[in-house]
């Protein structure tokens, strides 16, 4: 027969012994400071919203500061004035610019409301800017002159030179507002937004007994 050992009682002049903290509790206060609330869902739906109400300006400016294109007709067809002309893909270019400038003018604004940045955020960012892209080039669709070309002629005369109507022929460039917000807000979140604290890294050494306390360090 052998006889059970027992481990010492610990006497009243050791120092207390330091219990190890739960197992994953700083990743799970971690992961509880990086939860989605409904306040952030919130907070991107408004971003979303706000940036493509935006998309009306980029209409507005699309009409007013892109190169325009002029037909001409003898009475019976309708003919580009200036077949050699770039005024078609500098329009583009236009929208493309116009695009770009205010993608990063709505991700600056963006951080600067909410510079903690998060998943709701940006995805509010993007979808916004989307739909900013889509707004921007129906408004300026419609701002701009008529896509009627029999009646604009009608309208004109014959011989005399007349605007022609707001037209992409790159449907690529509705992705530079989204591209350019989206980069520029992960940007700024990265340099200037809040940093996680460092994780505390645990004693090589520890590890626990049956009863869930560390042991002392051998005296010598």
Not at 25 to 32: E, I
Not at 78 to 100: H, K, M, P, Q, Y
Not at 150 to 166: E, I, S
Not at 174 to 200: E, F, R
Request: aromatic share 8%; charged share 15%.
């Amino acid at each position: 027969m052998t006889e059970a050992v027992t481990p010492p009682s610990p006497s009243p002049s050791d120092p207390p012994s330091e219990a190890l903290p739960p197992a994953g509790s700083a990743s799970g206060s971690a992961s509880d400071g990086n939860a989605i609330t409904p306040a952030d869902i919130r907070d991107g739906a408004a971003v979303a919203l706000l940036v493509g109400v935006a998309g009306v300006l980029l209409g507005a400016l699309w009409v007013w500061l892109a190169p325009r294109v002029q037909y001409v007709s003898n009475g019976e067809a309708v003919f580009l004035r200036n077949t050699e002309g770039e005024g078609r893909i500098g329009s583009d270019g236009t929208f493309l610019l116009l695009s770009a400038g205010l993608g990063a003018l709505s991700a600056v604004a963006v951080f600067l409301w909410r510079r903690r940045g998060g998943v709701p955020l940006v995805i509010g960012l993007g979808v916004g800017s989307v739909f900013a892209a889509l707004v921007g080039w129906r408004v300026g669709l419609w701002l701009g002159p008529t896509s009627d070309l029999v009646v604009a002629a009608g309208k004109a005369g014959k011989g005399v030179p007349f605007d022609a109507p707001m037209q992409l022929l790159a449907y690529g460039v509705l992705l530079g507002w989204p591209m350019v917000a989206i980069l520029v807000h992960l940007g700024l979140t990265a340099v200037w937004g809040p940093k996680d604290p460092p994780a505390a890294e645990p004693w090589a050494g520890a590890y626990t007994t049956p009863d869930g306390l560390l042991p002392r360090p051998p005296q010598d």
